[in-house]
């Protein structure tokens, strides 16, 4: 009897422990899923990195002044099936990108959001 109840709490804690990440990641809550904003200009650099990838662009914004984009991406292990890649953007690439922007997270200098749809590199369309 004390070998059942050690092997079930053993596998309940098992359990436990396996879906504890599942609750700490998290949602879409801080982007606005209603909208998408389409951000055109040049990368700054590219993040290949776990917990998720990262696309920094100087776009400028109607009045000509430099706007700083942080769009997020999924995981290296997760987008690399659909054919991102680690080289798919070089700083000095032209891209156009549409997004799902952050709720007010714009500030005068940098502006973030989540890859949504079109991806253009140096006028070639990008089709995962």
């Known amino acids: 009897m004390r070998t059942k109840i050690t092997t079930l709490s053993l596998v309940a804690v098992g359990l436990l422990v396996l879906s504890i990440p ?72 032209e891209v156009l990108v549409d997004v799902t922007p952050g709720k007010n997270l714009t500030t005068a200098a940098r502006t973030i959001g989540r890859f949504k749809g079109r991806v253009v590199i140096n006028g070639k369309v990008f089709k995962p």
């Open 22 to 93: 599942l609750f700490a990641h998290h949602g879409s809550a801080v982007f606005d899923t209603d909208k998408t904003v389409t951000v055109k200009g040049t990368v700054t650099e590219w993040v290949w990195a776990n917990p998720h990838c990262w696309l920094l662009v100087d776009a400028k914004d109607d009045d000509g002044n430099t706007v700083h984009w942080i769009v997020e991406n999924q995981a290296p292990a997760n987008i690399a099936n659909a054919g991102w890649s680690r080289s798919m953007f070089k700083p000095g690439d």
